[in-house]
C-alpha cells in the first residue's frame, strides 16, 4: 500500500491485486469509529475508493498517466462494530477516458455492509 500513504495510515491490507478484482481489507479499531463504536462511514468509504482506485489504476490504458476518482457513490446497508471489512472492486466499464468500478464492502461474516460505484478519470502526461 506504500502507493497510497492514507491506506497504511488506516491500516489497509491488500488480499488480492489484479486487473479484474482487487480485494483490500482493514480490522476495526476504536480509533476508526464514530459514536457508539461502530466503524466510521468515512473510512469505509475511504477502504472502498482505495480498492476502486487500485482496481482502476491496474486497468489503465498504455497510455496513461494515473487516473482520480470524479464520481463516487455509496450506498450504506449496515454497521460494523468488531472484526475486518473487505472491499471487493471489479471493474464495469475499460474507457480510454473513464473506468467505471463497483466495489463491495463485507463485513467478516459476509454481511453486505456498503455498496460502491465510481467513476475513475483516466490522466494523460502533459505535453
Known amino acids: ?3 497510497m500513504p492514507l491506506a497504511s495510515t488506516l491500516g489497509i491490507h491488500s488480499e ?8 483490500l481489507s482493514l480490522d476495526w479499531a476504536p480509533s476508526l469509529c464514530t ?3 461502530i466503524l466510521h462511514g ?5 477502504l472502498a ?7 482502476a489504476y491496474l486497468n489503465l490504458p498504455a ?14 446497508l449496515g454497521s460494523v462494530r468488531k472484526g ?3 472491499a471487493t472492486a471489479m471493474p464495469l466499464h475499460r ?3 473513464t473506468i467505471v468500478v463497483e466495489t463491495a464492502v463485507r463485513d467478516e461474516a459476509g454481511k453486505l455492509i456498503a455498496k460502491v460505484t465510481q467513476t475513475q478519470l483516466v490522466l494523460r502526461p502533459r505535453l
Open 42 to 46: 468515512g473510512v469505509i468509504m475511504a
Open 63 to 76: 497510455d496513461a498517466a494515473g487516473t482520480s476518482t470524479i464520481e463516487s457513490k455509496t450506498n450504506f
Open 49 to 55: 475508493d482505495s480498492a476502486g482506485g487500485a482496481c
Open 95 to 97: 474507457g480510454g477516458t
Open 84 to 86: 475486518r471489512v473487505s
Open 35 to 37: 459514536a457508539g463504536g
Open 1 to 3: 500500500m506504500e502507493l
Open 16 to 23: 488480492e491485486y489484479t486487473p479484474e478484482r482487487v480485494v
